[in-house]
DNA sequence: ATCTCTATGTATAACTT
DNA sequence: TAAGTTATACATAGAGA
């Protein structure tokens, strides 16, 4: 792959070779271009790909010099998809991405710790699932549900709660003692979890549609979520 | 911002220009780098502001000249947010994304899980959560919870403590008050549900490599799957 | 779509202010 | 810490295979 840059043997390094033919190659070169949409279809998807390798590129370069988390994804008007991520996968990152949404969301000052009102659960469980990556046992388990059930009391905090439960989950199945378990009771748990998953996308994506927040709602939330200095 | 580029006056369109100093200036200009991490934790900082841009700009440029969705996000280690969409809302960028997942087949393992959950104990399921839409509580919740703690004893009953808490889970998600979540926040259990989704496929996987029992097992699984009594 | 090739537009590394 | 400068490295437009 990196080889290929080596084949460049005429120009190299932007230095001027004349050619003898200069008079047939006159059209040669890149000319400056407007950044608008490129009408003709078949420049435009050449110069599609082109430029999305680049930029693929680019991030990836990011990721690795500054030691950063990049996800990016790229949709077609014909729906292909192009993505890249720095990591394994795209989607921790959009977990990622969400959860920072959510922190920001819960109020306009941040730095204010006091949100007791919010989900005293949520942060409780978040610090010690933490704290608790690397020294795995059972019983951890069991300490987070323990806490769970004495602090869950309002409805409100469900979702939140089963929320940090599954990371503590997640966490668990990253545990040595989890590879023990045969197959087929892997096999098992990945299908209660794509049944549980079904569920709540079809609930929220009838949410969506009950609420019309495909055009409207969403997008006051993002003007929420987003600031304007951001870069 | 375009204007910008119109200050250039001098070494425009690389035309070299000596300005009489070359001697002290000697050091300056591009350098080619290696990519990987930069340790200088300065210089780094510098080039990921630099590049950061860069790559938005990029990114901005791509979604214009050739008319697709681009999302970007982009977390520095100390976890700031940098982000970019092409249209108005990352969210609905990554729903899509998440739609085009749920879509596209994968291994041909993965394949025949998902088969399997389209078919019987799908339906098993759809009907228990059908009759459970009316009867539902919160208390509910804690309850099962409670039993889980309580049950939660050796490392042999994980996979049980786990299927039963997606029960749970299941069940919640089916009451009226888990409508009132706000589709963010259900879009980051359907992540987390999903990421801990595939920690266990990859590791199934991997264990079915390493026992060499992609052909047995799978009978095992498929018999498992038929079963009514799966939840 | 992917590669080549030229010529040039742009991004950016190292420095300076 | 951010902005500006210089000189160069890299990306890519246009044309063709």
């Given at each position: 792959m990196e080889n290929k840059k080596e084949k460049r043997r005429v120009g190299e390094r932007g230095i001027r070779v004349d050619c003898g033919d200069t008079q047939t190659r006159g059209e040669m070169g890149r000319k400056k271009i407007e950044v608008?949409?490129?009408?003709d279809r078949c420049n435009r998807h050449v110069t599609f790909c082109k430029r999305r390798s680049g930029l693929i590129k680019k991030a990836r370069e990011l990721s690795v010099l500054c030691d950063v988390e990049v996800g990016l994804v790229v949709f077609t008007n014909r729906g292909r998809l192009y993505e890249f991520c720095s990591g394994n996968s795209l989607l921790n990152i959009i977990m990622r991405y969400q959860r920072h949404l959510q922190g920001r969301s819960e109020s306009p000052i941040d730095n204010d710790l006091q949100e007791r009102s919010q989900s005293p659960i949520d942060n409780d469980l978040q610090e010690r699932s933490e704290n608790l990556i690397d020294n795995g046992s059972g019983a951890k388990v069991s300490e987070d549900l323990q806490s769970l059930v004495k602090n869950h009391e309002s409805d409100e905090t469900i979702l939140v709660s089963l929320g940090k439960l599954l990371q503590t989950i997640q966490s668990q199945v990253e545990e040595p003692n989890f590879k023990k378990l045969d197959v087929t009771q892997m096999m098992q748990l990945e299908n209660q979890l794509e049944g549980t998953l079904d569920k709540i996308k079809s609930q929220r994506i009838e949410a969506m549609i009950e609420n019309e927040c495909w055009t409207y709602s969403m997008d006051m939330a993002m003007d929420m979520f987003n600031s304007p200095s951001f870069y």
């Open positions: 608008k949409l490129i009408e």
